[in-house]
Structures are given as C-alpha cells and as structure tokens.
C-alpha cells in the first residue's frame, strides 16, 4: 500500500527542511489454503477472451435460490434491528438466557449489519494491571521463567529460531542488494519462523477510513441452527473457508513510490530481490505464481509493468509471476462512494424525497457528512440505519394490510412489537417473502410490476437492492465465504460501470476474467479469493480483507511516528525495526497478558440507534412511502438505473478489455496446461492507465447494445459477436 507523509524536522538546523516521502508497505501472508507445491503459471490461460455471454447471465440471475435466501435474511435483520424482543417473542430460540437468579439477562444492542463506530482509540496501548489482587500461586509463577502451555500455538521465544531483522527486511535503502543473503531455490523460510497474528491491532483505533472489525458488533451470527431457530431466514453460504489462523509477516517498507510505473518497478525488486532473497536469475520466476493486492491503483499499475515487459528476456522481469488483484476493503469503500453517487440527494425533486441520504441526515441531524468529503466511517452506520428504518416501514404496510395494526395506538411502538409477535412463524415467513418480491426483485428495480408507476417508492427499491449488495459483500467476506464473493463479481462490474466508476469496474471484470473456468484452473480461482482474506484470530467469523489489515498496519506505522519520533527514533526505526521486531513484541504482550490474567481487546460499546430506526420508519408508514402509488404530477426523485446503465456499457467494455487488457498469450518457454492451445499474437505494449482514461472520456459516440429493458431483457440482447 502507498504511503505517504511528510517528514517534519523539529529541532532545525543550517539547511534542515522539511519533504514529502512516498513509500510502500508491505506484508507476506502464509495462506493455508494454497497448494503445499505452490501455484504454477501454465494453470493460467492469459490468450482467453472474456466471455459477454456468460457475463450477462451471471449478471441478471438475480432471481435464484441463493439470492432469494439473501434477500430474506436481510429482510429479517433489518426488522430484528427494529423489534428484536417481539422477533425473539415469536422464535424463543433468540430470548437472552436468564441469570442463575432467574432474572432474565440485561437486553443487547439489536443485531445490526455493521459496525456503527467512528473511533475506538483506548486510552493506553499498553496492557492494564489486573483490578483484583493477583492470587498468591501467580504471583510464585512469575519468580519462575514463563513456560508455553499446551493450548497456545505461539512458538517459545527463541531468538535463534528468527531471522534477524535485517535479514526480514532487507535495508533497501541501507544495505546493497548484493549483500543480502540468498536463500535455496525453495520458497524462504521466513514465511515460517513465526506467526503475528494482529491482536495487538485490534487495541488500536483503525485508521480513520476503516471500519472496526471487533466481533460483536458486526453482522449477525452465522449459526443459524443454534441461535436464529430454525424457520428464522439464514445466510445461504456457499462455499466458506476452514478457519484457520493466517501465517502473517510484516516486511516494512519499500522505500519507493508505487503511485508511478517507475516505482512499482523499483517496489517489486525491493519485495522479490530484498526483502525475500531471490536472485534475479532464479527460474522460478519462470513456474511460479504470487497472488498480490492492493487498491485499484496497485493493480492498474502492475498491469501496465507486465504489458510495457512482456518481451523482457528474464523471467523475472516480465513479472508473469504476479498475479495483481484488488483488496476487497477498497471494493467495499467504492460500493459505499456508490451509494452516495445515485442517492445522496434529489436533483430534480423538492426536498421531501424521502429515499436519499440527505433526508436521512437532516431527519436524525447528523453532523459531518459530506458528499465532496465522504468518510466510509462516517457513511456506513448512515447506510446500515437508512436500510433497516425502510425494511420496518415494509413490514409495517404488510401488518396494516394484515389487519394487525390499530389506528389508535400507531404512533406506540409497543403496538408494533404485538403486532409482529401475534404473528405466527409461517405468516412471518409469507410477509418476508412478499416485502421481497415488492422490493428485492429486477421487477421491482425496473418498476415492472409496480402500478401505478411511483418513481420514489422505486428509487427506494433500487437503494434497498444496492445496500443489499454492499451487505452481502461484506457478510461473505467476514465469514470466508469465498462462494458467495465469487456469485457478486460479475454484478458489481456492471454496477460500476453503471454508475460511472470505471477503474473499478475493470477491476471487477479482470477479476471475472481470472475466476473464469476457461481462463484459471478451479485451484487457482479458489487461491486467488481465499488469498484475498487473512483471519487472525482463527474463528469462523473473523475473516477481513487483506488489504484492511494493511491498514491497520499502516496506523500503527503512523502512531509510532507521530508519538516517538527524534533525531534517532527517525523512519527508518519505524518502518525496519519497529515491523521486524513485532513478531517478538506480540508474542511478548501474549505471555504478560496470560501471566496477569487480562487481556487488552479494542472492542466497545457502540451507540444504539433503535430509537433513530424506529422513527424514521414510522414517519415513511405514515406518510406512504412504504407502498407504490399515485402521487400526483409533482416533482419525484428517481435514482439513475445503473443495472440498465451498466448493461448497456459491459458489450463495449469487455470488448474493450479482450483487445487491450490480455496478455499476447503464454511465452512459448511456458507450457499452456492441458486442453489449451498456444496462440502466438503480437502483444501491444500499452499502458493501462491509457486505457482507463479512455474508458472515462469515451461518452460519446460508443457502440452500446441496443436493449429492451426488462427483467428478461438478457434474452433479447443481441449476442451474435460474443
């Protein structure tokens, strides 16, 4: 990750000035579910076209199994969010347990969909000594040297089994690359010596655009059977990874600016020649294949790397052994900037549209949120609150038609609660289905079935269908779903697309192009989306993008500077040191922690915001909002239709890709693997970034399909050059 900052000089003298320093961070993952022998390059086809066909299909199947079961999940939570002692009334499964009193537990916040935090900075880093006195048996262990229990994974604390830290971190900018070590032909050893397993983030606050990802106040259990009761929707998981803890190494920095080509170039060798020890020569830049993320910017820039390179004479230099992809924390920031781009505020209705996210601040008077400045902190829990008030104001229209509702008592939420817990659960299930279809359909987006034709009920519509899709997302990547995040990549290029972000959706389709079965072979995809998470902590829903801990680890870099930087405590104590010597530190905190018996964790009680959720909802019941109807000849907001949007630009746009973006296939010293055949084109050494500039400046005069806009329009669409 590219970071930035300017290096201040406090006590100044003759000739002292301040500059700005562009580096890059770096950390190596140990991800167990690779190959043991690694990943191969011939198990990748680079002559493969993306197929427009497939795509389309795979963008309008919306309507399946797997997506319905989606959709009533979060149909559930949103009114859960709401009403959760009239939910857990219909389904005992969900009451809290009573005490051994036979009082029953103090309630919790409602379950909600996402953190709703902006800051969980502890007051020290450091961990506390222990409020009670310590028994007499611990206080006689500590005269004692601190032994490793049966139970804990952490290796003993042994310096000679760790390299040293100029051996991890090469010196890039202090020690020659001639001078660092080479290791055998093998993979280095240094991704084994010794596991950080982060817990010391998570005692930190984020870094000020990254969400906090403490279990507890995240998306709802995953464990349907045992804690949601049985005819409770659940999330239809597909295909989720074992939770094993991930093998984490911080490299430090590479003291180049990865923003330019020529600095990626000069990043790559600091990575590969440095820091891991490989000899430029080595053959295995010729077999072997690396996995790297980052945001849009890293990818974009590797891309243009191995194009400009491709008829490099060494291996190595052709960088045919990167395999660049983009971190799914930036995807979930760019789905956020998307649901600002189509429903901040009306352009042409008055200020009564109901479905923006301006009505939605100035009702709860929320300070801070702007649109020229949007923070993905600040956004989030807006988003998540907004999605949840309009799913209760559904299920409020669907209990007045139902006749549970009495005039006289509309305004008490305590009439809501009975009216959802008189339910029973096969009618809860029948209003949870139909909420979906009136809102969660490509009907429902399309205004199809709506009549009459109401513009705001379906811009809401459309704002429940794009947080939905944000939500899935982030629940498929904090519990490993690696099936599920696969299902949302063809959708989400045509989304961006759709709503004029087009560096991301190219990343989206490059990724769609690498998930192809025709393109990677099925271990490759599954590398590619299980490298893409890291777990820490080793549980079933802890799983967070790679790239959001970089972040975190980009915060601490920043804190150790802006609290402890001198004349000798400079960048690079920083960013060698300080990240060499964090393996020993945390495994140091560990042993303290067990020995005093409290461990420092950055959770915390977040606000809830039941009140903020009931109101809204009640104020769009009761002015009509939550049912398609006539609403006269007055201004109406619609949101643009990015589904149709996007549609339309994905023909131009993978044609596009398939002329510019693929590789002038395999080398020839490469063999393709089984079934494929070498295709010897002259590959064009563009530049990416050319690419995207003209796919941003290419409005007018582009060849767009022609389509009918309609829920089975991807049949009509004309696929004769596909």
């Known amino acids: 990750d590219n970071y930035n900052f300017k290096d201040d000089v406090k006590?100044?003298?003759?000739?002292?000035?301040?500059?700005?320093?562009?580096?890059?961070?770096?950390?190596?993952?140990?991800?167990?579910?690779?190959?043991?022998?690694?990943?191969?390059?011939?198990?990748?086809?680079?002559?493969?076209?993306?197929?427009?066909?497939?795509?389309y299909e795979q963008v309008f199947s919306s309507d399946t199994s797997v997506e319905a079961?989606?959709?009533?999940?979060?149909?559930?939570?949103?009114?859960?969010?709401?009403?959760?002692?009239?939910?857990?009334?219909?389904?005992?499964?969900?009451?809290?347990?009573?005490?051994?009193?036979?009082?029953?537990?103090?309630?919790?916040?409602?379950?909600?969909?996402?953190?709703a935090t902006s800051d969980t900075r502890r007051s020290s880093s450091h961990p506390q000594p222990p409020t009670t006195p310590v028994p007499a048996s611990r206080l006689r262990q500590a005269n004692r040297p601190v032994e490793t229990p049966v139970e804990s994974t952490s290796a003993p604390l042994t310096p000679v089994s760790m390299p040293p830290p100029s051996r991890l971190l090469g010196r890039s900018t202090r020690t020659p690359a001639s001078s660092v070590p080479t290791p055998n032909s093998s993979v280095p050893s240094l991704l084994s010596s010794f596991n950080s397993d982060m817990d010391a983030s998570e005692s930190h606050a984020a870094p000020s655009d990254t969400?906090?990802?403490?279990?507890?106040?995240?998306?709802?259990?995953?464990t349907p059977d045992d804690s949601l009761g049985a005819s409770l929707p659940s999330f239809p998981f597909v295909d989720?990874?074992?939770?094993?803890?991930?093998?984490?190494?911080?490299?430090?920095?590479?003291?180049?600016?990865?923003?330019?080509?020529?600095?990626?170039?000069?990043?790559?060798?600091?990575?590969?020649?440095?820091?891991?020890?490989?000899?430029?020569?080595?053959?295995?830049?010729?077999?072997?294949?690396?996995?790297?993320?980052?945001d849009q910017l890293t990818a974009q820039h590797i891309r243009s790397v191995q194009g400009r390179l491709a008829?490099?004479?060494?291996?190595?230099?052709?960088?045919?052994?990167?395999?660049?992809?983009?971190?799914?924390?930036?995807?979930?920031?760019?789905?956020?900037?998307?649901?600002?781009?189509?429903h901040f505020e009306s352009e042409d209705a008055s200020d009564g549209a109901h479905c923006t996210l301006l009505h939605d601040i100035k009702e709860w008077g929320r300070k801070g949120l702007s649109r020229d400045s949007a923070k993905y902190y600040q956004f989030e829990p807006l988003i998540q609150q907004g999605f949840n008030s309009r799913i209760s104001a559904l299920w409020y229209e669907s209990l007045q038609a139902r006749g549970k509702l009495e005039a006289a008592v509309v305004d008490e939420k305590k009439a809501f609660d009975a009216a959802i817990a008189s339910l029973s659960q096969e009618e809860f299930q029948a209003i949870t289905e139909e909420i979906r279809l009136k809102a969660f359909t490509l009907d429902a987006w399309s205004s199809a079935s709506q009549a009459p034709h109401d513009k705001e009920f379906q811009s809401m519509c459309r704002y429940l269908q794009e947080v939905e899709m944000f939500y899935t997302l982030k629940t498929a990547i904090k519990h490993g779903d690696v099936g599920m995040l696969r299902r949302l990549v063809p959708r989400l290029s045509a989304m961006f697309f759709g709503a004029g972000q087009y560096k991301y959706g190219h990343e989206m389709l490059h990724l769609n192009w690498l998930l192809s079965d025709a393109v990677s072979a099925p271990h490759i995809q599954r590398a590619i989306l299980a490298g893409s998470l890291v777990n820490l902590?080793?549980?079933?829903?802890?799983?967070?993008?790679?790239?959001?801990?970089?972040?975190?680890?980009?915060?601490?870099?920043?804190?150790?500077?802006?609290?402890?930087k001198n004349s000798t405590h400079d960048m690079y104590k920083t960013f060698d040191d300080l990240a060499a010597l964090s393996g020993y530190a945390q495994t140091l905190r560990t042993k303290f922690e067990m020995l005093w018996g409290e461990k420092t964790t950055g959770k915390h009680s977040?606000?809830?915001?039941?009140?903020?959720?009931?109101?809204?909802?009640?104020?769009?019941?009761?002015?009509?909002?939550?049912?398609?109807?006539?609403?006269?000849?007055?201004?109406?907001?619609?949101?643009?239709?990015?589904?149709?949007?996007?549609?339309?630009?994905?023909?131009?746009?993978?044609?596009?890709?398939?002329?510019?973006?693929?590789?002038?296939?395999?080398?020839?010293?490469?063999?393709?693997?089984?079934?494929?055949?070498?295709?010897?084109?002259?590959?064009?050494?563009?530049?990416?970034?050319?690419?995207?500039?003209?796919?941003?400046?290419?409005?007018?005069?582009?060849?767009?399909?022609?389509?009918?806009?309609?829920?089975?329009?991807?049949?009509?669409?004309?696929?004769?050059?596909?």
């Open 11 to 55: 006590w100044q003298v003759r000739g002292d000035t301040a500059e700005m320093v562009n580096l890059t961070t770096c950390i190596a993952v140990q991800n167990p579910h690779l190959p043991l022998a690694g990943l191969k390059q011939h198990d990748i086809n680079r002559a493969v076209k993306l197929d427009k066909r497939k795509i």
């Open 69 to 115: 079961e989606t959709s009533r999940y979060f149909i559930t939570q949103g009114v859960r969010s709401v009403h959760a002692e009239a939910v857990a009334e219909l389904f005992p499964r969900l009451k809290k347990p009573k005490d051994s009193t036979g009082a029953q537990a103090a309630p919790v916040s409602p379950p909600e969909m996402a953190p």
């Open 211 to 222: 969400p906090d990802d403490s279990p507890g106040t995240s998306l709802p259990s995953d």
């Open 240 to 294: 989720r990874l074992p939770p094993t803890k991930t093998k984490l190494e911080q490299l430090g920095a590479a003291f180049h600016n990865e923003g330019t080509i020529e600095g990626t170039l000069a990043v790559h060798e600091s990575i590969w020649l440095e820091k891991l020890g490989y000899k430029r020569e080595n053959n295995i830049f010729k077999t072997r294949l690396w996995p790297t993320y980052g």
């Open 311 to 342: 008829e490099s004479r060494l291996p190595f230099d052709r960088r045919e052994h990167i395999v660049p992809g983009i971190g799914w924390f930036h995807v979930l920031q760019a789905m956020v900037y998307l649901i600002i781009r189509t």
């Open 537 to 564: 902590k080793g549980l079933p829903n802890t799983w967070k993008p790679i790239d959001l801990a970089m972040e975190h680890i980009n915060y601490f870099y920043k804190e150790d500077m802006k609290l402890r």
């Open 606 to 722: 977040p606000k809830v915001p039941t009140q903020d959720m009931w109101s809204l909802a009640l104020k769009l019941y009761k002015k009509g909002f939550a049912v398609a109807r006539n609403r006269g000849t007055g201004p109406q907001f619609e949101s643009p239709d990015i589904l149709k949007a996007g549609a339309e630009a994905l023909g131009e746009k993978i044609k596009d890709f398939n002329q510019r973006e693929l590789r002038a296939g395999v080398r020839r010293d490469i063999p393709f693997a089984e079934g494929n055949s070498e295709v010897p084109l002259d590959h064009p050494l563009n530049d990416t970034a050319a690419h995207v500039e003209h796919a941003e400046t290419s409005g007018e005069g582009d060849e767009f399909l022609d389509i009918d806009y309609h829920p089975s329009f991807a049949e009509e669409i004309d696929l004769s050059q596909s």
